[in-house]
């Protein structure tokens, strides 16, 4: 009954080719979102979906196309890829309805490291 | 922009020792939450203790305590009682609530490393 769940946990590919990170909440929030983790374990915000809607989407490369089919799962497309992609990406999910205003946690699944070769 | 600065990069206590961690953030927003998260070596993050900017009441989780002080602008994290599962990565957070263009997105601070000495 995991709450956040990520597949793969871990992806190691060549330079060049185009890959896909699964993400699936099951806490019936409406809001989810993709971080990067660096090499020195800096975390940055990349999309967020509300309601499978596009809410940000933080000056990432057009290689990385999100796609919420549901608001159950948001999953990470990157297409050529690149040396400098390789890191940890964590899916997270909150719950932000009732006039905008949640209690603001953010739930992360297990994370997913991606080496790229 | 909405900065968030930990100051140390790493930190060591001895078990069963108290240590604080540091962090300072920048906003112009008066409506606001602060998180602290773990990140243990399994990378998992786990919500440690949360914070709301109105409330003036510092929050408080079992050993983990934070001193919020909102006219400085400083947030930091108290562990009491350090134990070996404490040892990890903590990061400091802030988020707006959900609405408008940030929608709610958490802003980290670098993260301190936490060690801790049996």
């Known amino acids: 009954d995991t709450a956040v769940s990520q597949t793969p946990k871990y992806l190691v590919t060549q330079m060049g080719n185009d890959k896909s990170i699964k993400c699936e909440q099951n806490l019936g929030h409406d809001t989810m979102y993709w971080y990067k983790q660096d090499s020195k374990k800096f975390l940055k915000i990349m999309f967020s979906?509300?309601?499978?809607?596009?809410?940000i989407n933080e000056t990432v490369p057009n290689r990385f196309s999100p796609k919420s089919p549901d608001k159950a799962h948001l999953n990470l497309h990157i297409n050529s890829l690149e040396l400098g992609d390789s890191a940890v990406y964590f899916c997270?999910?909150?719950?932000?309805?009732?006039?905008?205003?949640?209690?603001?946690?953010?739930?992360f699944g297990p994370g997913t490291r991606l080496t790229v070769l | 922009a909405q900065t968030v600065t930990q100051s140390q990069p790493e930190m060591s206590v001895q078990e069963a020792e108290t240590v604080t961690l540091s962090c300072t953030y920048d906003t112009s927003e008066s409506d606001y939450y602060l998180f602290w998260y773990k990140q243990p070596p399994s990378r998992q993050m786990i919500l440690v203790i949360r914070?709301?900017?109105?409330?003036?009441q510092n929050a408080t989780e079992n050993r983990f305590s934070v001193n919020f002080q909102k006219a400085a602008k400083s947030f930091s994290l108290k562990i009491s009682d350090s134990q070996l599962g404490d040892a990890a990565m903590y990061f400091c957070?802030?988020?707006?609530?959900?609405?408008?263009?940030?929608?709610?997105?958490?802003?980290f601070g670098q993260g301190t490393i936490l060690t801790v000495h049996p």
């Open positions: 957070a802030y988020r707006v609530p959900a609405g408008g263009t940030s929608y709610g997105k958490l802003t």
């Open positions: 997270a999910s909150s719950q932000d309805g009732g006039g905008g205003k949640g209690h603001g946690e953010q739930f």
């Open positions: 914070q709301e900017a109105y409330k003036q």
């Open positions: 979906y509300n309601n499978k809607e596009l809410i």
